[in-house]
């Protein structure tokens, strides 16, 4: 059963992106290893910032953290999402606990070549460690949660699984 430490960063984006895909790839459910939005997403990353260093922190491996204290990360996606956010604040809240000073996450979208700068806060620490007690609730529930309604399950890569009969 996971505790606490093994929560990472993909656990915390699945929780904010749908319970059910946590609860599913807690249990060892993988479909996003051949789904070409994840593949495309993989590209995206190593052709944009080829040059930075990963940290890897255990559970949880940010693509850079940076002089001034910032933690970097590139998304495939178009805009900022509540995934993102809480995903790249769940990282700043690791860093945090190891007693590293971190001053926020730069989040860069290299397909619409925008960048958002988040700094991190004892607010969003404070969430940051609720989301964490979320994620083991969810990960060790006896039952799946529900599907979510259809229409946000576009460009799941879990969407097959849920949604064949
Ligand atoms: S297909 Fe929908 S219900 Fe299933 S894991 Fe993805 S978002 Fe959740």
């Given at each position: 059963m996971l505790n606490a430490e093994d929560i990472g960063g993909v656990h915390i984006k699945y929780l904010e992106h749908c319970p059910r895909?946590?609860?599913l790839f807690a249990?060892?459910?993988?479909?996003?290893?051949?789904?070409?939005?994840?593949?495309?997403?993989?590209?995206?990353?190593?052709?944009?910032?080829?040059h930075e260093q990963a940290v890897d922190l255990g559970a949880a491996k940010l693509d850079h953290f940076d002089?001034?204290?910032?933690?970097?990360?590139?998304?495939?996606?178009?805009?900022?999402?509540?995934?993102?956010?809480?995903?790249?604040?769940?990282?700043?809240?690791?860093?945090?606990?190891?007693?590293?000073?971190?001053?926020?996450?730069?989040l860069k979208y290299p397909k619409v070549r925008q960048t958002e700068r988040i700094p991190?806060?004892?607010?969003?620490?404070?969430?940051?460690?609720?989301?964490?007690?979320?994620?083991?609730?969810?990960?060790?529930a006896p039952q799946s949660p529900p599907r979510l309604a259809r229409r946000a399950c576009h460009g799941c890569s879990y969407f097959d699984y849920c949604w064949t009969d």
């Amino acid at each position: 059963m996971l505790n606490a430490e093994d929560i990472g960063g993909v656990h915390i984006k699945y929780l904010e992106h749908c319970p059910r895909q946590l609860w599913l790839f807690a249990r060892g459910f993988r479909p996003e290893a051949t789904s070409q939005r994840v593949l495309l997403g993989e590209a995206v990353h190593d052709t944009s910032y080829r040059h930075e260093q990963a940290v890897d922190l255990g559970a949880a491996k940010l693509d850079h953290f940076d002089g001034r204290r910032w933690v970097h990360e590139v998304k495939s996606s178009s805009r900022l999402t509540a995934a993102d956010r809480a995903q790249a604040m769940h990282y700043c809240y690791l860093l945090h606990r190891l007693g590293v000073e971190v001053a926020g996450a730069i989040l860069k979208y290299p397909k619409v070549r925008q960048t958002e700068r988040i700094p991190y806060t004892s607010t969003e620490g404070a969430a940051a460690i609720a989301a964490i007690a979320r994620a083991l609730d969810t990960v060790h529930a006896p039952q799946s949660p529900p599907r979510l309604a259809r229409r946000a399950c576009h460009g799941c890569s879990y969407f097959d699984y849920c949604w064949t009969d």
